[in-house]
């Protein structure tokens, strides 16, 4: 069935250094991607979305490109911050209604 | 403030004895959704509401009822819990942009 998939469970990265998480979706037909981060004991929060007519978006500190060929998206967080530790979850709606998660990449930031 | 609640935080029942999570949204979002979070499985998607009285099942529906009788209100019914429905549960409220509010989870215990 279809799935969204990330490459690590965690990463680990220093303090001030770029941090890039991967994601892969399988269903081509997706048409709407976000990043959401979930910080311990609390709810996902966005923080990011690209619809799929984009390869590239940019936010504050955070960049998601898409690559439909390989169906494959990233988050790039610029200059990581301890408040930056937390799960992140990359997700793809199809139609707009039915949305599909991948398993999260825990982001450690070493001071 | 614009928000999602869910009641009630914590839960501890006992199998076959239904119970009822609420969610609320005070933004007037159409589309209103319930998740169930697991270790190392993300969020998968329980059912889904596109607007009042219509309601979808998502990824893992079994075992799970809802009702969307009013615009802000999207109840999660577990008839008769069992323990592999012991989990922590998310309800989320997104408008025309797809981008999802969570609320703050419902951690269930089934013994």
């Known amino acids: 069935g279809e799935s969204v998939g990330l490459h690590l469970p965690t990463l680990s990265v220093q303090e001030g250094d770029n941090s890039i998480i991967n994601c892969a979706y399988s269903n081509s037909a997706s048409d709407y991607f976000i990043w959401y981060k979930q910080e311990s004991g609390k709810g996902p929060q966005f923080i990011i979305d690209?619809?799929?007519?984009?390869d590239k978006r940019q936010g504050q500190r955070v960049t998601v490109l898409l690559n439909k060929t390989v169906k494959h998206l990233s988050l790039q967080i610029a200059a990581t911050q301890p408040g930056d530790s937390a799960v992140y979850f990359c997700?793809?709606?199809?139609?707009?209604?039915?949305?599909?998660f991948g398993a999260g990449t825990r982001l450690f930031v070493k001071a | 403030e614009a928000q999602v609640t869910q009641n009630p935080r914590y839960l501890i029942t006992v199998t076959g004895k239904k119970l009822t999570v609420t969610c609320s949204q005070n933004?007037?979002?159409?589309?209103m959704s319930w998740y169930r979070q697991d270790p190392g499985l993300g969020l998968r998607q329980i059912y889904y509401s596109m607007n009042v009285e219509v309601t979808d099942k998502g990824d893992v529906p079994e075992g799970y009822k809802v009702s969307r009788k009013e615009k802000r209100n999207f109840p999660l019914i577990l008839e008769s819990p069992s323990p592999n429905q012991t989990s922590l549960y998310f309800c989320?409220?997104?408008?025309?942009?797809?981008?999802?509010?969570f609320g703050p989870g419902t951690r269930l215990t089934v013994l």
């Open positions: 989320a409220s997104s408008g025309q942009g797809n981008e999802q509010f």
């Open positions: 690209i619809r799929s007519n984009m």
């Open positions: 997700a793809s709606n199809t139609g707009g209604f039915k949305t599909i």
């Open positions: 933004m007037n979002h159409e589309y």
